[in-house]
Structure formats: C-alpha cells, structure tokens
C-alpha cells in the first residue's frame, strides 16, 4: 500500500497566504427590529415618492403652460414690476 500525499494549492505570486484560504466575507448586519422580509422597502418607498413627484410636476406643467394661469402670472409679475 502507497501513501498519496496532495500538494496544497500554491498561493498567487506575492502573497504570503496559501490559495486555499479566503479572508471571510463581510456580514450585513439587519438594524435591531427590522426583518429581512423587509428590507427592499426603502427603495420602493422612495420610487413610489418619485413617481408621485414627477407625476405631480407634469400636472404643475400642465396648469402653468395654459394661456389663463399664463396671463395671470404675467399680469402679476407686470403689477410688481411696475411698483418698484
């Protein structure tokens, strides 16, 4: 009977660690009372956020072009102008 002795991984040129071994990785630790089911939330909350704020700029857009709101705000800003 033959003992068969493997030859561990050589380590990349430089370093002083064997190939084999990885540094562990970095755990993402959850914030006390929040579960992990949850923890997309944000990033839907805030693209619901912004899809309410651009929808509401475009209705702002929509107000402010149409030539009534338009002449009023000329009309406004004619009136300040003219008292200073």
């Given at each position: 009977m033959s003992h068969r002795t493997t030859a561990a991984p050589e380590a990349p040129a430089g370093s002083s660690a064997p190939a084999a071994e990885h540094p562990p990785?970095?755990?993402?630790?959850?914030?006390?009372?929040?579960?992990?089911?949850d923890a997309g939330m944000a990033t839907a909350e805030y693209a619901i956020a912004t899809l309410a704020a651009c929808g509401f700029a475009a209705l702002l857009l929509a107000v402010l072009s149409s030539g009534e709101v338009r002449g009023m705000l000329l009309a406004l800003v004619q009136r300040a102008l003219s008292l200073v």
């Open positions: 990785l970095p755990t993402r630790k959850v914030p006390a009372g929040r579960d992990r089911r």
